[in-house]
Nanobody
Framework: QVQLVESGGGLVQPGGSLRLSCAVS????????MGWYRQAPGKHRELVAT???????NYADSVKGRFTISRDNTKNTMYLQMNSLKPEDTAVYYC?????????WGQGTQVTVSS
């Protein structure tokens, strides 16, 4: 059984930082592309960042220069370092293993940016 468990969300002030983790069990992440997605209230789920097997990364324009996606294959875990957070980053953040069509999803972790 494949499980993805996100952690690290919470309430942070504008300009602050958070680090999300996505711990995977049941599959070795080293052979999969992975990504972070988010969904704000009343909006569709959107791409935040992806990282492929080679380590190449891709970011949404709205987070470029502020967020960093990474993976530690030895820990079977993916991360999202979020700096300079803005109120518009408020959303539920989901991790994905293996693509949006046939891949696996975590349960989501809430990130709220507010003063």
């Amino acid at each position: 059984q494949v499980q993805l468990v996100e952690s690290g969300g919470g309430l942070v002030q504008p300009g602050g930082s958070l680090r999300l983790s996505c711990a995977v069990s049941g599959r070795m992440i080293s052979v999969y592309a992975m990504g972070w997605y988010r969904q704000a209230p009343g909006k569709h789920r959107e791409l935040v960042a992806t990282i492929v097997i080679s380590g190449r990364t891709n970011y949404a324009d709205s987070v470029k220069g502020r967020f960093t996606i990474s993976r530690d294959n030895t820990k079977n875990t993916m991360y999202l370092q979020m700096n300079s957070l803005k109120p518009e980053d408020t959303a539920v953040y989901y991790c994905n293993l293996g693509g949006t069509e046939l891949g696996y999803w975590g349960q989501g972790t809430q990130v709220t940016v507010s003063s």
